[in-house]
T-cell receptor
Framework: KQEVTQIPAALSVPEGENLVLNCSFT??????LQWFRQDPGKGLTSLLL?????REQTSGRLNASLDKSSGRSTLYIAASQPGDSATYLC??????????FGAGTTVTVRA | SAVISQKPSRDICQRGTSLTIQCQVD?????MFWYRQQPGQSLTLIAT?????????ESGFVIDKFPISRPNLTFSTLTVSNMSPEDSSIYLC????????????FGPGTRLLVL
C-alpha cells in the first residue's frame, strides 16, 4: 500500500514569512503529484500538479518541487498572507489512477 | 478546468435511513471517484464509479452500504445506506481525464451528520 506522509501536521507563522510544507511517499513509481488546498468545511482546490518527469511547478507565490528518487515533494509559499490559512493536502497518483492523500498540514498565518 | 457540483451540500439524517448524493461534472470525463473525509482526517477513497457497470470498491467499503451509479460520463450518485453516526463525514466526488489533462478535480463535498 502506498503511503503519503506530510510534515508538519500544523504550522503557524507571522504574515510575510515563507512557508515550507513537506510531503513524502513510499513508492517512487508515481504518475504525478498534486497539491490541494482545503478551507474549513469546504471541498478541495487544486493548486499545482507535477508530472513524474518534472522537477518543479510554479504558480504565482507557490512553487512545488518533486524528487522522485527520494520520494519527496515540497510546497513553498512565498510571502505568506492571512488568506493562505488553510489545510494543504499532498496527493500522489500512482499508476492505478487512484489518489493517495497525506493527512495534511494545517497552516495559520497570523496578521 | 472542470466544475463539479454536488447535491445536497449538507444534510442531517436519522440513524437507519439512507441518503443519495448526486455529482454532476460540466464536461465529459473518463474517471469519477467517491471519497470520504471523516472529521479531522484526510480523504479515503471509497470507490471508482464506472460508467454503465458496477463500481470498483476499495478495501473496507461494500456495495450494499455504498451503492454507486454512473449512468453517463458526467453524472454519478453515491448512496449511504442504513446510516449510523459513524457515517458522519464529508463525501466528495472527483473526476479525472478531461481532454487529456490529469489534474483531479473535486466537488465541494456533501457534509453529512447522522444522529
Amino acid at each position: 500500500k502506498q503511503e503519503v506522509t506530510q510534515i508538519p501536521a500544523a504550522l503557524s507563522v507571522p504574515e510575510g514569512e515563507n512557508l515550507v510544507l513537506n510531503c513524502s511517499f513510499t513508492d517512487s513509481a508515481i504518475y504525478n503529484l498534486q497539491w490541494f488546498r482545503q478551507d474549513p468545511g469546504k471541498g478541495l482546490t487544486s493548486l499545482l500538479l507535477i508530472q513524474s518527469s518534472q522537477r518543479e511547478q510554479t504558480s504565482g507565490r507557490l512553487n512545488a518541487s518533486l524528487d522522485k528518487s527520494s520520494g519527496r515533494s515540497t510546497l513553498y509559499i512565498a510571502a505568506s498572507q492571512p488568506g493562505d490559512s488553510a489545510t494543504y493536502l499532498c496527493a500522489v497518483l500512482f499508476n492505478d489512477y487512484k489518489l493517495s492523500f497525506g493527512a495534511g498540514t494545517t497552516v495559520t498565518v497570523r496578521a | 478546468s472542470a466544475v463539479i457540483s454536488q447535491k445536497p451540500s449538507r444534510d442531517i439524517c436519522q440513524r437507519g435511513t439512507s441518503l443519495t448524493i448526486q455529482c454532476q461534472v460540466d464536461s465529459q470525463v473518463t474517471m469519477m471517484f467517491w471519497y470520504r473525509q471523516q472529521p479531522g482526517q484526510s480523504l479515503t477513497l471509497i470507490a471508482t464509479a464506472n460508467q454503465g457497470s458496477e463500481a470498483t470498491y476499495e478495501s473496507g467499503f461494500v456495495i450494499d452500504k455504498f451503492p454507486i451509479s454512473r449512468p453517463n460520463l458526467t453524472f454519478s450518485t453515491l448512496t449511504v445506506s442504513n446510516m449510523s453516526p459513524e457515517d458522519s463525514s464529508i463525501y466528495l466526488c472527483s473526476a479525472i481525464g478531461l481532454a487529456g489533462q490529469e489534474t483531479q478535480y473535486f466537488g465541494p463535498g456533501t457534509r453529512l451528520l447522522v444522529l
